[in-house]
Structure formats: C-alpha cells, structure tokens
C-alpha cells in the first residue's frame, strides 16, 4: 500500500522558474491538501481540494496554483519561483468521513536560488 | 476553528510518562480533538483522536475533561524515539473547511 506519493523528493529553482509538485494517493481519498513547512515552524495549509473539480484556498496560497482532475491527483505548481517559497511542501490525503485522519507523503524539500 | 495553545518545547527522560497538554478553550461542540507526530523529514503521523473522556490505543492516551477546554496527551514510558515535535488540532473536517496546524510541541528524550 503506497498511501500518499509525492514527487520530486528534491529541487532546486532558478529565480522566476516554475514547476510542478506532483501527490497522488492510493486510498481513494476525496480530501488532499497542501502544506508548506518552513525550517523550524509548523505546517501551513496552501490549497486542499475536497473532491475531483473542487479547490479551496488555505491560508498561505499566493504564488501556487492547484487543480484536480481526478480523485488520485492533487498537483500543486509555482509560477515565477521567489526565494520566499523555499520550504518543505506536504501533501496529505484523508477520508470523506470526518472521524478520520490526514494520511501524509514524505515531502518535498524545494530550495529557490 | 477552535485555536489552540501548546508548549513550544518539554523535556523528558527514557522511561519516563510524559503528558502534553492543549488549550482549546472555544472548541465546538461537534469538533475532534486529534494528535500528530513528526519526525525530522517526515511528514506528520496521526497518534490519537478522541471526542470526550479517554481513549487509549497502544502508543498513547488522550484524556479529555468534561467541558472539553483542553486535552491531554499522555505517552508512557518514553524512549529516545519519540523525540519529536507533537501538534494538536482541534475541529471537524467538513464539508469545504479544513483543519490547521499550530507551531506543535517539541520534545526532547534525553538517554
């Protein structure tokens, strides 16, 4: 059971780049989301999506995008990488019932230079 | 959402109970009280979830007062491997609404 799968592990960005951060789940969750962690701080919530053509803006989500097509992908993509968004990026994934807990990937460890 | 306060750090040593309490004094009525664990590099794990009283599982307690204004987690008998920030949340994951995480506690297992 892979649970939640995050991609690249690493980067590193020029100024003003862009990518994509991919996160697919295996558990046929409806709810993923997107977390940044910067060193020392605790998660911070950028988008989260609660099923196939639903996004919703967290509380950090200027300079990302988001889309999902499907109920096992949840890309998340930087337009014009800043030096600011260099951070730890989490997806996570978790059930339509509300009982249940957020399932996390290992991350994604991006630096903007 | 119900905001939470928690110690920024705790020390503690092998073998030793350790209980990490939160605040959470505005907590609905319908809201979960959940734990997390992270570990260096890794994204967070889910310890523990309760609602009222006291739940057990095999790695940790939550015990819950009454009028639900704070919680407590309780971890028995600690090793060097549960040194690790632990974060509580507090709400209920409906409908378009999404929980938040605090700065956690940081705990530190000395030998």
């Known amino acids: 059971n892979a649970g939640v799968t995050q991609t690249p592990k690493f980067r590193i960005l020029k100024i003003g780049q862009s990518m994509t951060l991919q996160c697919t789940q295996d558990?046929?969750?409806?709810?993923m989301y997107w977390y940044r962690q910067d060193p020392g701080m605790g998660l911070k919530l950028i988008y989260y999506?609660?099923?196939?053509?639903?996004?919703d803006k967290g509380e950090v989500p200027n300079g990302y995008n988001v889309s999902r097509s499907t109920t096992e992908d949840f890309p998340l993509r930087l337009e014009l990488a800043a030096p600011s968004q260099t951070s730890v990026y989490f997806c996570?994934?978790?059930?339509?019932?509300?009982?249940?807990?957020?399932?996390f990937g290992d991350g994604t460890r991006l630096s903007i230079l | 959402l119900a905001k939470t306060t928690q110690p920024i750090s705790m020390d503690s040593y092998e073998g030793q109970e350790v209980n990490i309490t939160c605040s959470h004094n505005?907590?609905?009525?319908?809201?979960?009280i959940t734990w997390y664990q992270q570990f260096p590099s890794q994204g967070p794990r889910f310890i523990i979830q309760?609602?009222?009283t006291k739940v057990t599982n095999e790695v940790a307690s939550l015990f819950i007062p009454a009028d639900r204004k704070s919680s407590t987690l309780s971890l028995p008998r600690v090793s060097l491997s549960d040194t690790a920030v632990y974060y509580c949340?507090?709400?209920?994951?409906?409908?378009?609404?999404?929980?938040?995480f605090g700065s956690g506690t940081r705990l530190q297992v000395q030998p």
């Open positions: 996570a994934s978790s059930s339509r019932d509300e009982s249940q807990p957020q399932h």
């Open positions: 949340l507090v709400g209920r994951q409906t409908g378009r609404r999404a929980l938040t």
């Open positions: 505005n907590i609905a009525t319908n809201d979960y």
């Open positions: 558990m046929n969750h409806n709810y």
């Open positions: 309760g609602y009222k």
């Open positions: 999506s609660v099923g196939a053509g639903i996004t």
